[in-house]
Every structure is written in structure tokens, then in C-alpha cells.
């Protein structure tokens, strides 16, 4: 978001709204306003006109920590990430060509809320959430192809939400929940 510190008469970009409605969501998501709070704020985020307006509504808000964003880049390369990884608060993805493979199931999330922002030009992306987690795809939108996504017949309690938004061009994503079957064994069973 550009800094809110900018002439307060001055309009502000979409981008900077959505980042504010983002604040306000995850200052709900982590106890900071009550439901009525957060639908005061967000109201008055969606019908801010300045920079002065938008300031004054995220002024008590607690700041986010340093190091809470990483952006993730390649113009025609192959983004992965798998294994143990620790999760930013806020994960941005842009990719012109290539594919992006991000696994969630094994990694560290210290956050009850993780945004993946994706960017995507002519290349698919596939993302394992964890079994507990919470896909919210509300804030996607994909040029050709929709995504693919089936939400679990039972859901438990206590996971992180996974807020996925942002474009998606030609390519398809694919969202599922990490697999309860262990891994495959070769046939024959382990050698001795």
C-alpha cells in the first residue's frame, strides 16, 4: 500500500483499498476488533474517497510486523516451494509462463490468516493446503479456465484460513487438501 503519510486529500489506487480491507479482516481474525468494529471499518474502507479517509480508519489498528509479505517472482521459470518452509502472513506469486507448485502441507504457518496473491500470465498453479485449513477463492479471478477446488466432506476446527486471490490469465488452478493416505510404497516393500 502506498504511504497513507501522502497528501490525505489525494485519491488513493484499488490496490491500496483492497490492502485496507485486508488490515481490517486480519486485525478481526486475530482479536483486535469486535464483528461490529470490523463492519464499521470495512464500510467506511469501501466508501473512503482519500488517502486522509483511509488513514483515519486504519489509525488504531496494530501495525503489521516487518517481514510479514514475500513476493515470489519469475518471468518463465518453475515456482516451487515444498517440504518445511515458514509461510509469510502474505505471499505474492507472479509467474508470466511458468508453473508454481506451492505445498502448504508440511510447511510452518504462524499466522491464523495467510494471503496468497497470485499473478498469473499463461502459466497453471497447483497449492496443497493443509487438511485443516480453510480455502477462501473469493477475491480470484481467472481469465479461461476455473478452478479447481473441492472443499473437504468434514472439516476440523483450528487450521489456518488460506485466503487465495488475484488473476489468474490463461492457466488453471488446482487447490486441494493434503492427502490423510500415506505416501506410496515401491512394490516389493523396503529392501534390507
Known amino acids: 500500500m502506498t504511504s497513507l503519510s501522502e497528501d490525505p486529500r489525494r485519491a488513493f489506487s484499488e490496490d491500496d483499498r483492497d490492502t485496507a480491507v485486508r488490515r481490517v479482516q486480519g486485525a478481526y481474525a486475530e482479536g483486535h476488533l469486535s464483528h461490529e468494529e470490523m ?56 509467474s508470466a509462463f511458468g508453473k508454481v507448485r506451492l505445498d502448504l502441507s508440511r510447511a510452518v504457518i504462524e499466522h491464523p490468516v495467510v494471503d496468497i496473491e497470485l499473478q498469473l ?43 487465495i486471490s488475484g488473476a489468474v490469465g490463461f492457466g488453471r488452478l488446482k487447490v486441494r487438501h493434503a492427502s490423510l493416505r500415506p505416501p506410496p510404497t515401491r512394490p516389493g516393500g523396503p529392501k534390507r
Open 39 to 94: 463492519d464499521e471499518r470495512l464500510h467506511h474502507v469501501l466508501t473512503a474517497a482519500t488517502h486522509g479517509e483511509l488513514a483515519a480508519v486504519l489509525s488504531s489498528l496494530p501495525a503489521e510486523p516487518a517481514g510479514t509479505t514475500s513476493t515470489i517472482a519469475a518471468a518463465g521459470g518453475r515456482i516451487k516451494r515444498r517440504g518445511v518452509w515458514r509461510v509469510p502472513r502474505v505471499l505474492k506469486v507472479a
Open 121 to 163: 500470465g499463461s502459466g497453471g498453479a497447483r497449492i496443497t493446503v493443509p487438511r485443516d485449513a480453510v480455502v477462501d477463492l473469493d477475491g480470484l479471478h481467472t481469465g479461461w479456465k476455473d478452478t479447481r477446488y473441492k472443499a473437504p466432506p468434514v472439516s476440523t476446527p483450528g487450521g489456518p484460513t488460506i485466503r
